[in-house]
């Protein structure tokens, strides 16, 4: 069975971070594991509180994790300090990790900001640079690139700008600023539009992780990046087009809607 490890925060109400890892990689028949940064006080109204686990301790983890099963593909999410991120950086570096997809969370949907302003160097100067493709959505690109995205041709300018300057493909979600579901690939030899049909949910929490650990449990399974990407996008459009409806805000997305078998049936109506 291929393996893969999600680096990224809980969140308590499921829908998100680790949670929404988990919940991924497992239906697309990857093995999980977790290095958790931080645990967040949160559901699908907003986050009332972070509390990080020391560098120390996330350094411990990934060191459990890496000498005993050795993770096909590495996923990253919230990491809310740069001394978390140096921790990551030092041990991916360390232990040779590959296959490492880097979404860089900034703002939770809610509106939460889930990184600090000095930590957001550090993610440039040490993470990216490892990873084999990030997953910025409109507002992250711009703080990666420094411009302002507009329209689909802001986007390409944006996403070559990044691939030049940290030398790791990118996958720009066009999604929650151009109302649309076209996502763009920019890496080496490549650049590919895939094409989302917008699906008309509100329940969105969780999306941006749930699309990067479909992408991680699909390199792990040893598809090439622009495969990856595609399988990664046909598993949230299905996750999304379930219309699961729980809780006051945006809710989560149906992480479990391809598993059909005598144990799930009576979730189902
Ligand atoms: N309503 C929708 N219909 C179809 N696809 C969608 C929809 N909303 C988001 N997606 C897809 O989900 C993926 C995640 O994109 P999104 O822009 O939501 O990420 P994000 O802003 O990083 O998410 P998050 O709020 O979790 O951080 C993208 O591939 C996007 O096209
Ligand atoms: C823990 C966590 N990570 C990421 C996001 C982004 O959606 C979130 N809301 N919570």
């Known amino acids: ?11 308590s109400s499921g829908g998100a971070g680790i949670q929404a890892d988990i919940k991924t990689m497992t239906a697309n028949g990857v093995f999980a594991m977790t290095a958790v940064t931080a645990l967040t006080a949160q559901n699908t109204t907003g986050v009332s509180g972070i509390m990080e686990v020391t560098p120390a301790f996330l350094a411990e983890q990934l060191d459990r994790v890496f000498e005993d099963i050795f993770p096909d593909a590495v996923k990253i999410g919230m990491v809310s300090s740069a001394a978390l991120i140096e921790a990551i950086a030092d041990k991916l570096t360390e232990y040779k990790a590959k296959n490492i997809v880097l979404d860089p969370v900034m703002v939770a949907t809610s509106g939460a900001r889930l990184i600090s302003e000095e930590a957001i160097d ?44 940290y030398g790791c493909a990118v996958l720009l979600k066009g999604g929650h600023q151009l109302n649309d579901a076209n996502d763009l690939l ?9 094409e989302g049909k917008r699906i008309d949910n509100p329940n969105t929490h969780g999306t941006g992780c749930t699309l990067s650990s479909a992408i991680a449990s699909n390199l792990a399974k040893g598809y090439a990046l622009d495969e990856a990407v595609e399988r990664a996008k046909r598993y949230i459009s299905g996750a999304l087009a379930a219309m699961l409806d729980l809780g006051h ?11 059909d078998n005598e144990f799930t049936a009576e979730r189902k109506n």
């Open 1 to 11: 069975m291929r393996t893969a490890l999600s680096i990224a925060g809980s969140d």
């Open 122 to 165: 550090t993610l440039k100067k040490r993470l990216i640079p490892l990873a084999e493709v990030i997953t910025p959505n409109i507002p992250e690109a711009e703080v990666l690139a420094g411009t302002e995205i507009r329209s689909a041709d802001d986007m390409e300018k944006a996403a070559e700008q990044i691939f030049a300057e």
């Open 186 to 194: 920019v890496g080496r030899g490549v650049k590919k539009w895939f």
């Open 249 to 259: 805000g945006s809710g989560p997305m149906d992480h479990a809607f391809a598993i």
